[in-house]
């Protein structure tokens, strides 16, 4: 019955499977510990705190956060124009799993 089990084991469709789609990539993750530690970010402040990530893929990294309801987005309309960066109430519930791996690498590194 175990091996019946293990065999029909599917990772698809499962929480895991959902968290892992939010907050996979390289800058996802990042983004979301930088803004729990800062709460409000503008682009450009986002760039330097993360290094050696192309606009690009800035730019889409946190597009895809928004579109998950995990970022919030505020446009101010001035030359030149202002963005900030906030979590939302959901991308604040993953903060206490970030806090866990943090604590893990912590704890395990070297």
């Not at 789609?21 to 450009?44: A, Q």
């Not at 604040?92 to 604590?103: E, H, K, V, W, Y």
């Amino acid at each position: 019955m175990e091996n019946e089990e293990q065999n029909d084991f599917r990772l698809e469709g499962t929480g895991f499977a959902y968290t892992l789609s939010l907050i996979n990539g390289k800058y996802k993750m990042p983004i979301l510990y930088c803004l729990s530690k800062r709460e409000v970010v503008r682009y450009n402040e986002m760039k330097r705190y993360l290094g050696k990530v192309t606009f690009k893929t800035l730019t889409d990294s946190l597009k895809a956060l928004e579109e998950d309801g995990l970022v919030n987005r505020k446009e101010y309309p001035q030359v030149p124009p202002k963005v900030e960066y906030s979590l939302t109430e959901k991308g604040r519930s993953l903060i206490p799993m970030l806090t866990a791996l943090c604590t893990w690498g912590e704890k395990h590194r070297e």
